[in-house]
């Protein structure tokens, strides 16, 4: 549902009246209210939250403007917004519970030691030593595999079985790369570990002794709340309502994106981690020694790896606000050269960011519904930049009427880190080189699954892939080249928001057999943000590492042989 923005400032500030938990001067509260007006208008926000934590008391915590479009609820501090990667941060801290009360199994048990030999990955290295440290710091190496949650293409036990092939962008323990499609693994573990689900454990363990009362996950099954504020991305320059139950897909990988909380909740859960694992009764609920082992960093994070990789430095900024390197969850970095923690993330139609500093005993949540673009980015590193100034000097580096300019400066620092390759623009034709059942049949990538193509009976092809992604393959003057679009439904903004379609059109490259001239696979480069999987008509097992195990005898296996043979059964089953 599109209805149109409405940005007035008085009108506004309205809702800073209503429901505020404030312990800000009047003159400070004020020019928070103003700064976050500013910041709405200027990136085009329906609604955003805001928590301020100071000395072990709560600042201030506040909701803005209309967290449900299709409803018209306001947003007040007790208005749930979803944190995205932010969820990481919390899963951490439940692992850190666990594992105080495990005597066999430490960060560093490999996870092949935990699940058994159901773990397993390409190479031998990888399945004997990768363990939850290497998840949570973001150093597998693996790519993220976006389309698998997003388009629910698979439940949690064939996704964990499709690891083994999962594609390889960097060596094991090289480099900082997001991979929040590990979490599969993680939460597999928090059962093994706690015998229940990865909610119910988490509610145990750590929300419900922080007093965190009213989360709300993206399992729909869990929301019993409907003060929640619903995705938003635009459409046409106004705000459109996406399906909350479009993201039910990422239940595949709650444990690194699923939890959603207020203002109020995320500031109690500022305080639990500014308090050394105390809660507001000062009980303890995490030894102080198990939770400083979260803040450890593991992984250095370099620019290649995205945009947002590395927060903001100087000189592109006039005060630095960095994430250099991951830790057990979280991210660290300096702020005003003090050590500083971050996390957030983004879902579609939404954005997060949180920041502590223990040596000030301060820490700011923000999160908001709209674009996940990199104003949007932009304009949640300010909230967080603003929110610390705020606690420790009283005001910003920044004057507050220039905010639309700074956020600008940010914007544009974001794009020129982004890589675009080249590419030779396509436009949508007729007709097709070739007659559409050439294309049509089912191909296959061994981690991301099954992709269906097909041809309906007004003559176009449909892509399907998962459960709920189902696109319609218009042609191109360029050869065996389709531009995709969604058809509506839970994906329809996917090719549809504005986002989206600045990303330029989402397309297939189908690949032929030169001696036959026969379509044999299709490449789908926005499955993934790393790489470009190809799903292939015939598959191909790769042949596994080669690892010789010592017999009895005293003679040598190579195990590639025999597995060699195993896969070619499989593929034999496949094929009938």
């Known amino acids: 549902m599109a209805v149109g923005f409405i940005f007035i400032v008085g009108l506004i500030n309205l809702s800073f009246i209503h429901n505020v938990n404030c312990r800000l001067s009047q003159t ?23 928590a301020l934590v100071s000395n072990g008391e709560v600042a201030y915590t506040n909701g803005y403007g209309t967290a449900n479009q299709p409803e018209g609820l306001q947003a007040g501090r007790e208005t749930a917004f979803c944190l995205g990667s932010g969820t990481q941060t919390f899963t951490a801290t439940l692992l850190a519970k666990l594992l105080s009360n495990n005597k066999n199994y430490t960060w560093d048990t490999p996870i092949s030691k935990i699940l058994g030999s159901w773990v397993m990955f390409y190479d031998n290295h990888r399945t004997k030593n990768l363990n939850l440290k290497d998840i949570l710091a973001m ?40 991979s929040d499609i590990m979490f599969v693994l993680v939460e597999e573990v928090i059962r093994e570990l706690g015998s229940d689900t990865w909610e119910k454990l988490l509610k145990r363990h750590i929300l419900d002794p922080i007093g965190i009362t009213q989360p709300i996950f993206l399992n729909v099954k869990e929301r019993q709340t409907n003060n929640f504020a619903g995705p938003v991305l635009s459409y046409n320059g106004n705000p459109y309502a996406i399906p909350f139950t479009s993201l039910k897909g990422f239940d595949v990988i709650s444990a690194g994106s699923a939890l959603c909380l207020s203002a109020d909740d995320m500031a109690k859960w ?46 592109n900024i006039q005060v630095s606000y960095s994430r250099d390197s991951n830790t057990l969850g979280w991210i660290k970095g300096h702020y005003r050269g003090y050590p500083t923690y971050t996390q957030g993330g983004n879902l579609p139609g939404y954005e997060s960011l949180y920041s502590i500093i223990p040596g000030r005993a301060v820490g700011v949540h923000a999160a908001f519904v709209g674009d996940n673009s990199h104003k949007a980015y932009a304009a949640i590193s300010l909230i967080n930049i603003f929110g610390l100034d705020m606690l ?9 009427n220039n905010v639309c300019k700074i956020m600008e400066d940010m914007t544009a620092h974001l794009s020129k880190l982004e890589e675009k390759n080249a590419s030779n ?38 892509l399907k892939y998962g459960s709920v992604a189902d696109y319609i393959m218009r042609p191109t003057y360029t050869p065996d080249v389709f531009i995709l679009e969604a058809k509506p439904g839970p994906l329809w903004y996917s090719t549809h928001a504005d986002f989206y379609q600045q990303k330029g059109p989402y397309l297939a490259y189908f690949n ?57 059964l499989i593929l034999n089953m496949v094929a009938s």
């Open 270 to 315: 500022l305080l639990f981690n500014l308090e050394g694992g105390k809660n507001s009764d000062e009980r303890q609920v995490l030894g102080t020694a198990h939770l400083e082992q979260l803040f450890e960093p593991w992984m250095f994070r370099t620019e290649d790896a995205g945009p947002r990789s590395r927060g903001f430095e100087q000189p």
């Open 392 to 400: 420790l000097h009283g005001a910003p580096w920044f004057d507050t």
């Open 139 to 178: 150093r597998t190496g693996f790519s993220n595999m976006d389309m698998v949650p997003l388009s629910r293409a698979m439940g949690r036990y064939r996704l964990i079985s499709n690891l083994k092939y999962a594609p390889e962008i960097a060596k094991f323990r090289e480099k900082y790369l997001q």
């Open 425 to 462: 623009p396509v436009h949508k034709a007729p007709d097709a080189q070739r007659e559409l059942d050439a294309y049509a049949g089912d191909f296959r990538h061994l981690a991301f699954g099954d992709i269906k193509i097909v041809k309906n009976e007004s003559e176009y092809l449909h």
């Open 28 to 50: 400070e509260a004020t020019r928070l209210n103003y700064f976050m007006s500013e910041v709405m208008r200027c990136a085009r926000l329906p609604a955003a939250s805001v």
């Open 512 to 568: 032929v057999l030169e001696a036959d001239d026969v379509i044999d696979s299709v490449r789908i480069p926005h499955f993934d943000r790393y790489m470009d999987p190809v799903f292939s008509r015939r598959v191909k097992i790769p042949e596994p590492e080669p690892d010789e195990v010592i017999c009895e005898s005293g003679s040598t296996i190579n195990t590639a042989s025999v597995l060699s043979v195993t896969f070619m």
